[in-house]
């Protein structure tokens, strides 16, 4: 009986622990986000978003499960509301490509524009 509790402590400790962190990288990916975009308007090059998409996302996987899980839930609500808005399918489906690279640890440069600045 002992050895059992023991091990749904060790189990709940560990299950625990993983979601510790998940709100921090939540909060931080949302930032990594926003930084992405901020940089997007910034920079004011045509053709530079799925840079952007692929940055912003990947910056916000690397922090961890919550990071990623929130570029995905902000990346699906920006592209639903840009699709609801007469928006083209083809762009919009372009972006969910690159914000797919970006959160599974592809580099963002493949989709770099030539122009863009080294300093984004």
Known sequence: ?????AGLFILAVGTHAQW?????????GAGDMARAYRDMRKANLK????YFHARGNY???Q??????????????ARENVQGNSGRGHLDSAADQEANRWGRNGG???VYRPKGLSWNY
Do not use: C, T
Not at 47 to 50: A, T
């Open 1 to 5: 009986m002992k050895l059992i509790l």
């Open 20 to 28: 510790y962190h998940f709100p921090r990288e939540a909060v931080q």
């Open 107 to 109: 580099n963002p440069n």
């Open 59 to 61: 910056d916000a996987a």
């Open 63 to 76: 922090r961890g499960a919550g990071g990623r899980w929130m570029a995905e839930v902000i990346s699906d």
């Open 47 to 50: 053709n530079s978003d799925k």
